[in-house]
């Protein structure tokens, strides 16, 4: 994670003052269940919300004399609550404490998330219907196959966003687990009722069964679905590019002024930002395989996965957060030439026009290898730059002896490819 | 996809005559609702129904010219229907067809997987409750750490393969979606009606936009899913694995009369099962990333998911449906040694109880630090071979100041870790 | 592995004819130095090499009973040879036979995949050549920068494709070597000169320490090697499929007569070869996590490998075969459309020049910074289709104030950028 | 990279003042060249060196209004040089700089990797010496095999490093290039002497075709042998973790007073570090795919790449070194138990002598399946606890009537397993 693709907001969720305040918070609400259920004293539980404090700097000087952080954290909360301090964390172990926080931390980085997906889907619905039927061609393999609306990629995108938005749900629910189990999960020396407690106080589930870790295959699916979230932010970012090369150029990142595209070359716009999606995405993509790597601990635990995560938990959330906020901000922003857009999709001489041929010659009554090798002779020239399409086919006797000129006139009409347009938008905004 | 490795029943799904069967039956369907809409005449839908049947050498034939494949299976299909062919495929692309078809196969595919898991969850279910007092010692960081139960380790797994079955289920979800929409998914040459005719006799949804293909990201997350699987089969297969070394030694594989361990050494049995298991995980989450690539493709689609899927499609899901039911085979047979696990409990002197004398050193109003310190320096010795934890524990005059020796004695009592077991079964099977 | 991304040439190294063969041939080349060393009679090296054979069904139906492959091989060889089978294997392991196999196997996989990219090569530099001097506009960020020539960008990949020969050579002598060492690798009951001499006799280095098995950081090499060197192929790919692209349209796959493009659309012509062979890279890329992941062997060896290379070994080395092949035959007939190179070249108002112009202006004792912003306020008009740079240049008044009509007109000179292109041709292929 | 797993050695290459550091270098170099080329003033060159500095907080303010980071560099660069300042970077773009300088920051990487490796070799070298003919059960399948000396593990690790540096030393190769070819690789603006100069000054090749960029390939090839190294990282780190497991315990990593292993159990000594250093080779694996995906840049290059090496680059490489040097020093200090080694050895009733016995029945004539049944048949009661396998071979009348007792104790030599060692050694250090 480096501060160049990093938001406060998402940075915030992984500093050690967070961290260490949902430690407080994890053992100040276990004292309190422990109090209720008569194993310490209700003053020990009083006098850990009262006088319960950390101090970082104090916290990392014990940790390189023990070499174990909650050790340390506890210590330095012990000397602001003082001899109470030893009814914290009783029958708990480290685990319980590390990896409820990570629930927290990452159920947090899940609720930026899906805000930050919001944003991508108030663009893009805003821009779809701002194009929704402006015409533009469709590309299979890079190669013109039929006319599209503009709206209508853009409500492709919504639609792939709107999964995007409900995988992120349904990784936050994954991870939101509390384990307060004890050292090998059997709950021996704490009562699983301290766990429910603290669970629905920081707003978790109690794992089921924890073997003092809570079970890394709920980790490697929320960082599965960071990937494929990645892979969808790369599909638009890609698009984009697309759509700016200078052949192209039918929408263009917006270039503000004074900015400069080369230090060497100032005629120079380039797509920097989408590139920059696409290479963060595979950063995010990453991380997904080290993930999964982390579920086969040994027995009840080893530590592994910890270094793992204490890397892949902010980065891949980080960059995702920044990746999103910045794909938002793009389409929010992308200038769109819509006549750049007619002119290309009339420049390859009607040929996009050659399936609604081929139908209407088989509806005459050519079979339908016939109708191709007819419709496929007369496109072949014009890829040769060798005429019009239209042209060809009315000087194409075979043709012109089942369509007449205005019939194949007819079947240029654009207007053709546009008529459910209204439908999908209804699929997809619920409204057109 | 290798013999070794498969099973016939996913075989099946991937077999010419399965793909070409449910083409067919698009193709049928797609012609049923045409007739309806009085795009083509009925006799046309019905002689497709009646005299449709493929061959698949010929297709293959046809496939080598025309280096299409759904053109050369309508060509084929169209020498068995006759004139009234012209009539199907009217106004679809071919992956209408093609796409559709994957989600018909990933959609039996997923059905199988998870009948898989259900069999792992049976064998895990059973031999849980066989073992569900069995003490064995839990291990972190691969060292011994407190006593838990057989069957407690057992039900986490239970736990874990649960939480894979409804990954499958809602994977599953994700890709059974049909796409009847057209050469760039606009419909402009075929009711979107059809497309919601087909879905349904399919038993698949609609997909809300597809751009001539079903987008990636649903099949994206649908192999992430089987990585996230495979790891799960990973982790039992490690535990086990650990169970089986020679200096554990505490369950075992079956190992059939006439089987030999090793071509040099007679004496060896090896866990050869869940180590390929092992492998076969990792076989499986490596196909992850490049359907996460798969994503990302050019405007309204480029082909380059397709000699992917071709591969990944067949492999991820026979390799892991192979996997599963090894698995299910490993855990309902498994040998176990409840002997030996309580000989390796006792192994260490009663080091396990350290966190009992610890707990009780506190209660006694021994600050933690102080306890932790006092059954820390009796515990080292005990690694080095220097007596048994509860001689020494007994010897030290700071212990003996807090606790008498009934006091230390009833602090390694075994029953006290089993307490919980009960409601932890309850947590994961509804039943203890 | 799928007949439809195979070759006979690179499957017959996989099949079992081939690996029986190596076994045998490793079985016997062990008899004779045994019998050179006085361990077996003399007699019975003999009798391997002259009655020695395998009958594969006979193999696999031993190998169900048994369930150990070279068991069964040996049962097998021994019922040909006869009773002087049991000096046959003497001191040997299992892994001896298998790990040097492979070994072989993979070296004979490394010398088709070398001769592949010499195939690539021969092609890239022929068109290379042929190009040489056909200008074309040089993009990044997919905009036009400066011009380059057809040929020059050809060069560039044949210098990345002779990287890749000496990665496949460097990768065949990583994993080129012999083990035959017995249970642990300690040859207890092997002399190590029975090891050099399988060696020699199979064109292998001694394994210097093998662990009953070959040491598994050698094939995570060998398969990373692989997944760059399909990286290369993907970037060859991926340019020629933006060079198809219906706007750029300066190259295509060559389109045989009586190819569709499409089912739908019968003026398509896709580049369905380069878009094949950037899945494909996908595909060999994700065999390089599995690899890595199998080094990590317990102890001196654990099977969990084994499943991973009965994949990865044969599909790795297959597709990227396939691909290599394929990519060649792409280059060899690749279809170049220089008057489009030069159309395209010119589209952009001569904006290409810009960086000239700015160095024109400095030469002239214009700071950098306000060359610059005088290049750049006369270049982004352009963008907007608001006339041609050189007349905006020639209209602007502090442009003109240094420099010439005449001066500006020679900044726009093609042949300006082409005058090293001989020097880049005798770097990458020593003569121009 | 976060400062836990961090060297500050590695880290201050990555630092701005490093990188900044050696664009000056490149810019200054390259003005030498230009002026002894006669392109620019001599004066202009020797006024770069001798007033050239760099203000980092001016060059963040300046990238903050051009978003160019070169751009902003060079403008704050002129602001010390002054009027000469025109002369820098002429002909030149900003990836020459930034690739060049990239290569250089690798190239120090790689410098200090292989420092570390050196230093792994050594901790190594001196305790396989030390353990040279320690004996300790050689282990397939975490099963015992046969045995070996505990410095023979060590030497086959030492093999493994070596191996891993000479690795390191090809991938400093690949990526020491040198590019300054202007804004596509033409040399259009800048003579290819210039090039060299610099190459030349900083320890690079020159760069044979650069298109704009150096080509990724090199890079991919670079982190993919991290990831192989990384892998070896992890097998010698699962190999101790293994050791320590509380049944095995033959060695330990070395556990400093005042250390605490467990916040909740006093008596926990974990090996901490090795499984810190198996979720660090996870990590460092993690980056090869996004390496490889950097290769397939669009056409003279795009800058997708970009964004992953800010990450890759010093993550990789940071988390590595720190690896590195954290294995050196576990090796370093490893407390191993050889009492423990020879128990363990010991604990099987002598079944790891079971292939000698085989060999020597097979050397009386008995057939190697006969011999293999009668092992095996003796030894698998040994498993259930039923008797010492001697004794058992001593009882069977099958065996007897082959092998004496005599015969049959000398089979039961572990000196025999030893007599290769030095050969081993000898291979591996060139001295025994």
């Known amino acids: 994670?480096?501060?160049?693709?990093?938001?406060?907001?998402?940075?915030?969720?992984?500093?050690?003052?967070?961290?260490?305040?949902?430690?407080?918070?994890?053992?100040?609400?276990?004292?309190?269940?422990?109090?209720?259920?008569?194993?310490?004293?209700?003053?020990?539980?009083?006098?850990?919300?009262?006088?319960?404090?950390?101090?970082?700097?104090?916290?990392?000087?014990?940790?390189?004399?023990?070499?174990?952080?909650?050790?340390?954290?506890?210590?330095?909360?012990?000397?602001?609550?003082?001899?109470?301090?030893?009814?914290?964390?009783?029958?708990?172990?480290?685990?319980?404490?590390l990896d409820t926080c990570l629930a927290v931390q990452l159920k947090q980085a899940a609720d930026l998330l899906i805000e930050d997906v919001d944003k991508v889907l108030a663009a893009l619905e805003r821009r779809a219907f701002e194009y929704k039927d402006t015409p533009t061609i469709g590309r299979s393999h890079g190669i013109h196959a039929e006319p599209v609306t503009f709206g209508l990629k853009l409500a492709g995108y919504h639609a792939e966003f709107q999964r995007a938005r409900a995988r992120l749900v349904a990784a936050r629910d994954e991870i939101a687990t509390c384990a307060i189990s004890g050292a090998v999960g059997t709950f021996a020396n704490i009562d699983p009722r301290v766990e429910e407690h603290v669970a629905e106080k920081l707003g978790?589930?109690?794992e089921p069964v924890s073997t003092q870790v809570i079970p890394r295959d709920r980790h490697a699916m929320f960082f599965a679905v960071l990937?494929?979230?990645?892979?969808?932010?790369?599909?638009?970012?890609?698009?984009?590019?697309?759509?700016?090369?200078?052949?192209?150029?039918?929408?263009?990142?917006?270039?503000?002024?004074?900015?400069?595209?080369?230090?060497?070359?100032?005629?120079?716009?380039?797509?920097?930002?989408?590139?920059?999606?696409?290479?963060?995405?595979?950063?995010?993509?990453?991380?997904?395989?080290?993930?999964?790597?982390?579920?086969?601990?040994?027995?009840?635990r080893d530590i592994s996965h910890s270094s793992v995560e204490r890397m892949i938990g902010p980065d891949a959330t980080i960059v995702l957060d920044f990746a999103l906020n910045r794909l938002a901000g793009v389409v929010d922003k992308l200038v769109v030439y819509p006549e750049r857009m007619m002119a290309n999709l009339d420049a390859l001489g009607g040929l996009v026009h050659s399936q609604r041929v081929l139908l209407a010659l088989t509806?005459?009554?050519?079979?339908?290898?016939?109708?191709y090798r007819l419709v496929q002779r007369n496109a072949m020239p014009v890829w040769r730059g060798e005429g019009q399409f239209i042209d060809l086919l009315k000087a194409d006797p075979e043709v012109t002896a089942r369509l007449s000129d205005a019939e194949i006139e007819g079947l240029f009409d654009l207007g053709y490819h546009m008529a459910q347009v209204d439908t999908i938008f209804r699929r997809v905004f619920g409204r057109a």
Request: charged share 30%; hydrophobic share 40%; net charge negative.
């Open 1 to 97: 994670m480096i501060p160049r693709y990093s938001r406060p907001e998402m940075v915030r969720i992984w500093e050690p003052e967070n961290k260490f305040r949902i430690w407080f918070e994890i053992e100040a609400h276990a004292c309190d269940a422990q109090a209720e259920l008569g194993v310490i004293p209700k003053e020990a539980a009083k006098a850990v919300w009262e006088r319960g404090a950390f101090d970082i700097p104090r916290i990392d000087e014990i940790e390189r004399e023990v070499k174990h952080d909650v050790i340390a954290f506890l210590t330095s909360l012990a000397e602001h609550v003082g001899e109470e301090a030893r009814f914290v964390h009783q029958g708990m172990t480290s685990s319980d404490v």
């Open 204 to 206: 978790l589930k109690p």
């Open 227 to 300: 990937g494929v979230v990645a892979s969808s932010v790369e599909r638009l970012a890609v698009e984009i590019r697309h759509l700016q090369r200078s052949e192209v150029y039918e929408a263009e990142e917006y270039f503000s002024p004074g900015q400069k595209g080369s230090s060497a070359m100032p005629h120079k716009r380039n797509p920097v930002l989408t590139e920059n999606l696409t290479g963060l995405a595979r950063v995010v993509r990453g991380y997904v395989t080290p993930a999964m790597e982390n579920v086969a601990l040994w027995h009840e």
């Open 363 to 371: 509806k005459k009554g050519v079979s339908r290898e016939d109708a």
